[in-house]
């Protein structure tokens, strides 16, 4: 029996492929950029289950029969005056409007490397990669409980990369807003990333630490009810918090290539820890007031295959996410049992996907699902047309 789950925003329908698609700068067309346009068409059996998260459950949800599922639009470029750079400006539609994905500059230098502008934070292994990328196009649980699936974010990054005998390292800084983070005040968040890579042969291993903290002010939740569907940066809020928050994760990946093709193995654990004040706005008024300290967190591990000419792929992921909350000096009665307060009972999902190459830029895809333990009606299959073109 599938009982109700609890963590994340949506099920919809991504592993780790070892290609790393995104919306970076495409290849310079004739010295001055590249157009791509992205495109997935999907066939469902059934209407996506809601699985619920910290940010208030988006609008993206994936309805059953044919459907557009998005496409997205970006634009690489190069500038030459006033100094030399680089930037990307992406749009995408998901079924309900346009929105500015992405809109950055990033000037060239031989030490430090600086963006500036609306980006995708270096969150994980996933959140810098676009669905057509990866061998399962949904995120996994914990990414859709804590970022809404994927998230981006404005401000400025910067990193260094260093090339020792021991691997490859990299360490990134950014100053972020906290837009998607649904706050109304005087927030925002900073980002830091160490990763490194090393190459043995046909082995390729890589590992990523990440701490990322925020300072929250009036930032919009859904933890004690999920009467408002909103957008995940929308304002339709059902509990309003302020104080902190603290973020941590680890990951690692290992790719082997053989005669038979390319296998990876990924694996990410993310966790996080929120103290601060709540206020209701289920009624028309805030008349609940509490002191809230939420802990979530969840992990994923994620194999694939891919054939020597890239022709087919295989991918299988189990992932689970779970959450306990905690209120103390509570004052009102909207406030009652949590809807994340189940650190017993966590969601876990396991999830297969095949995929083969039609012609060049386009995949079809099947993907799979059963809920191991806390599934709310997941659709059991669907079909996915990809489609990528660079022009």
Known sequence: MRSAALFSTVFVTHLLSPAVHAHAPAAPKQGNGAWQLDALLSYAEDSEAKVR??????????????????????????????AAMQGLVSLGYHGDGVELEQA????????WQIK????????????????HALAITDRPLVYKALWAGQTTEAGVSGWHDWYKPSGNWRFSSSVLTTEKRNTRGN???????????????????????????????????????????????GDDATEFFSGHSAHLGVALKVSWTTLSGTWSLMAEHQQRRERGDLSSAAGQTL??????????????VQTSWLSPRQQWQLAVRYDA???????????????????????????????????????????????????????????????????????
């Open 53 to 82: 998260g910290v940010l208030p459950q988006q609008n993206h949800y994936d309805q059953a029969g044919l459907r557009l599922k998005h496409v997205d639009i970006s634009r690489s470029f190069v500038l030459r005056q006033p």
């Open 104 to 111: 950055w500059l990033q000037p060239y230098s031989d030490g």
């Open 321 to 391: 996410a779970h959450s306990d909350v905690e209120l103390s000096r509570v004052n009102g009665q909207d406030l009652q049992q949590s809807l994340l307060n189940h650190h017993q009972q966590q969601p876990q999902l396991l999830t297969l996907a095949a995929s083969a190459r039609l012609w060049p830029g386009s995949h079809l895809r099947w993907q799979w699902y059963e809920a191991l333990q806390h599934g709310d009606d997941i659709p059991q299959w669907q079909l996915l047309l990809q489609q990528s073109v660079a022009f």
């Open 187 to 233: 927030s925002g968040a900073w980002l830091s990333s160490l990763s490194w890579q090393r190459h043995w042969d046909n082995w390729v291993v890589s590992s990523k630490l990440d701490g990322y903290w925020a300072s929250l002010q009036q930032s919009g939740l859904q933890l004690f009810s999920d009467a408002a569907i909103s957008h995940s940066h």
């Open 287 to 300: 008349d609940a007031q509490a002191e809230l300290e939420l802990k979530a967190a969840g992990q994923y």
């Open 116 to 131: 500036i502008g609306q980006m995708q934070p270096e969150i994980g292994w996933l959140n810098q990669q676009h669905s």
